[in-house]
T-cell receptor, first 115, second 116 residues
Framework: AQTVTQSQPEMSVQEAETVTLSCTYDTSESNYYLFWYKQPPSRQMILVIRQEAYKQQNATENRFSVNFQKAAKSFSLKISDSQLGDTAMYFC????????????FGQGTILTVHP | GAVVSQHPSWVICKSGTSVKIECRSL??????MFWYRQFPKQSLMLMATSNEGSKATYEQGVEKDKFLINHASLTLSTLTVTSAHPEDSSFYIC????????????FGPGTRLTVL
């Protein structure tokens, strides 16, 4: 069984500042991918960033970067230069090589960016 | 990324009636589609996995006779909520993916169901 845990139900940040969202996971799979999804008020799920477990280098996508600590089973998301449009619910998710594509989601973190 | 559509985007129905929600992959062939249910400020709960041409696989606790899923083609899956009741009111999201174990899931915009 796979589990993903997000221990921060809500967070807030001032515009232009940096915020880090935490995620820990557990899996018995040797090959897996990790994701961060964003769900804005429109409720459309948007892929923010993905990390292949076999890659040591942390993934980055513009203002979004991850800190992937494989041994600690930690996968945090850093948002730099926060913008009002970053206000959303963020989900950490995992898919294992034998999961037939099924994503395991964390509980989610509601992020509010204040002007 | 690929586009997945859902129809309708919202629906209101009377208790006891059935409602059908369509999920379409517009620009790729989706071997697998997933159906999720989401309550406000909560995570997505996987209801079932739908593979083209075969019966859907339901997650534990999901009533397969109440939530009928049909994956008729590589671009269309439908979820029918039969004999809907107020407790079935929720936000339903579908996603679609290809055949690789790590193929990206593309999500539809969701359908808000309200049962009166």
């Amino acid at each position: 069984a796979q589990t993903v845990t997000q221990s921060q139900p809500e967070m807030s940040v001032q515009e232009a500042e940096t915020v880090t969202l935490s995620c820990t996971y557990d899996t018995s799979e040797s090959n897996y991918y990790l994701f961060w999804y964003k769900q804005p008020p429109s409720r459309q799920m948007i892929l923010v960033i993905r990390q292949e477990a076999y890659k040591q280098q942390n993934a980055t996508e513009n203002r979004f970067s991850v800190n992937f600590q494989k041994a600690a089973k930690s996968f945090s998301l850093k948002i730099s230069d926060s913008q009002l449009g970053d206000t959303a619910m963020y989900f950490c998710a995992l898919v294992g090589g034998t999961s037939y594509g099924k994503l395991t989601f964390g509980q989610g973190t509601i992020l509010t960016v204040h002007p | 990324g690929a586009v997945v559509s859902q129809h309708p985007s919202w629906v209101i129905c009377k208790s006891g009636t059935s409602v059908k929600i369509e999920c379409r992959s517009l620009d790729f062939q989706a071997t697998t589609m997933f159906w999720y249910r989401q309550f406000p400020k909560q995570s997505l709960m996987l209801m079932a996995t739908s593979n083209e041409g075969s019966k859907a696989t339901y997650e534990q606790g999901v009533e397969k006779d109440k939530f009928l899923i049909n994956h008729a083609s590589l671009t269309l899956s439908t979820l029918t909520v039969t004999s809907a009741h107020p407790e079935d009111s929720s936000f339903y999201i579908c996603s679609a993916r290809g055949t690789g174990p790590f193929d990206e899931q593309f999500f539809g915009p969701g359908t808000r169901l309200t049962v009166l």
